[in-house]
């Protein structure tokens, strides 16, 4: 009978465990960590039932193959990191020889850690060109009480961290939109950049973009640089809407014009979507709340539904 137990516990220790709600990143991913865990969990009921430890060998976790793979996390190796602002970084990670993610337009990847002995995952998405060679680079804003932030803080060069995906995105076609017109909050930022940097690298696209970036102050701007070379071509305008300067007077004055101090409200939005080029597509990217009111606003400026895309 004792026999009988051991071997039950030692079962129960190789049963997968089901994933906690905070580690599914909510972003609808296919397949997202539960069909891993419930694939995971099946393959473990017909080992057990047949008594067969060896039919879990098969249990690939992770890989070191440097593969970027959905259903499994791949090994990639930090090669730089640098402070943009006091609570956000930008990650760049290696890719072996002169590979590629190959990832397309707006697709994020989904990272695991583990903190506390609590495994934790997350959704970030690239802001290296999908076809980046050799790396791929992730803008991560640290939240003070966060899980993965502890766990993010940490990193440094060398160090080997694990991805999984490519998951969504916005399937963008050159000239399928007259414009647009992208509002993001914060690191909401990041999905927008491949797109831009599609349209400017391709000279047969003439996609008009109004970018509105939303942060609470001008040294909170992620990306200043960057941001400047994409907004030198003929088609991007860029505008800042910065809720906690009182002054434009303070900023250099080649950002005075296209800034604003407040928050992106309806009648900011109706200003903006006004002086579009043309009617504009809208592509949507912050925090829930700030989706939600954007959603809100666009629809009281004349833009429906079907013309928004939510990251």
């Known amino acids: ?3 009988m137990n051991d071997n039950e516990q030692d079962w129960m220790a190789l049963r997968p465990q089901e994933p906690s709600p905070s580690q599914c990143c909510g972003s609808g991913c296919k397949p ?5 865990y419930e694939k995971e969990l099946a393959q473990w009921e017909r ?3 047949m008594q067969d430890k060896s039919l879990l060998m098969g249990k690939e976790e992770q890989s070191n193959n440097s593969e970027l793979n959905p259903d499994t996390f791949t090994a990639f190796s930090v090669s730089s990191v640098e ?3 006091e609570d956000t970084y930008q990650y760049k990670f290696e890719l072996p020889g002169n590979s590629s993610l190959r990832l397309s337009l707006g697709q994020h990847i989904v990272l695991r850690g583990v903190v506390n002995g609590l495994e934790v995952q997350r959704a970030y998405t690239p802001i290296s060109p999908g076809n980046a060679e050799g790396y791929f680079e992730v803008l991560i804003k640290c939240y003070e009480a966060g899980l993965m932030s502890q766990y993010i803080k940490t990193w440094k060069r060398g160090d080997v961290v694990f991805w999984r995906g490519p998951f969504g995105g916005f399937p963008y076609q050159p000239n399928k939109h007259g ?3 992208m509002l993001a909050s914060g690191t909401g930022l990041a999905p927008m950049i491949p797109i831009l940097q599609s349209i400017t690298d391709d000279e047969e696209d003439e996609t008009f973009v109004t970018l509105v970036g939303c942060f609470p102050t001008f040294d909170k701007i992620y990306l200043k640089p960057r941001l400047q ?3 030198r071509y003929w088609n991007i305008r860029i505008f800042y809407v910065l809720s906690q300067e009182t ?10 014009e296209n800034t604003y101090t407040s928050h992106l409200s309806e009648d900011l939005m109706k200003t903006i979507v006004n002086s579009c080029r043309r009617k504009p597509f809208a592509l949507i990217c912050g925090s829930s709340a700030f989706n939600e009111d954007m959603t809100r606003y666009l629809k009281a400026a004349g833009i429906e539904e079907n013309s928004c895309f939510v990251f």
């Open 1 to 3: 009978l004792q026999a």
């Open 32 to 36: 997202c960590i539960y069909d891993v």
């Open 47 to 49: 080992a057990k039932a």
């Open 83 to 85: 402070q943009l602002t």
């Open 179 to 181: 414009e647009l017109l």
């Open 229 to 231: 070379d994409l907004a």
């Open 247 to 256: 002054s434009l007077e303070e900023l250099p004055w080649s950002y005075q």
